[in-house]
């Protein structure tokens, strides 16, 4: 039920932590975590539960290990395989790392409903279970996330 969703775990745990070997760390906790509580699951998609086990294990862990702004290294967002120019290649790096910085200046809540949106295409609702926020939370959380990226991308979002 949960093994299909190990990239996004680790994705959102990436995104959360920071780090790829804390992100790597949190995931194997947290499906340690669902093994012990599997008996407790009563739901049709394993999803929304695994990721809901990650979010609750990265905040855990932040919280006994940093409290610090979190910086992602490198590695999310790639430049397409197409062979553009250097100086296209340039100006996609520069938007990559204005778009990885921007997300990560968001509040905490802010970037994990967009990651939970937009790179893992998340329902509102799945994202309200995985959170605990209403769902009316979740739908201002990603309009608030969205304009603050857009004003942070000087209006090119």
């Known amino acids: 039920m949960v093994v299909p969703h190990l990239a996004a ?3 959102l745990a990436r995104w ?3 780090n ?3 992100a790597e760390d949190v995931v194997q906790e947290s499906y340690l975590r669902a093994l012990r509580s599997f008996d407790g699951f009563h739901g049709a998609d394993g999803r929304p539960w695994i990721l809901a086990i990650v979010r609750n294990a990265c905040y855990t862990w932040l919280q006994q290990n940093r409290r610090k702004p979190l910086a992602l290294e490198d590695a999310m967002l790639e430049v397409p395989d197409t062979k553009p120019n250097p100086e296209a290649l340039h100006l996609a790096d520069i938007d990559q790392k204005s ?3 921007a997300i990560e200046d968001l509040p905490e809540e802010f970037r994990e409903a967009i990651i939970l949106r937009e790179l893992e295409g998340l329902s509102y609702k799945e ?3 995985i959170t605990g926020a209403p769902i009316g939370t979740v739908m201002s959380r990603l309009a608030r996330a969205r ?3 857009e004003q942070a991308l000087g209006g090119a979002a």
Do not use: C, F, K, P
């Open 9 to 11: 775990a680790y994705n």
């Open 16 to 18: 959360l932590t920071g």
């Open 20 to 22: 790829d070997h804390d």
């Open 99 to 101: 778009l990885r910085r």
């Open 127 to 129: 994202i309200g279970a």
């Open 147 to 149: 304009n603050r990226l």
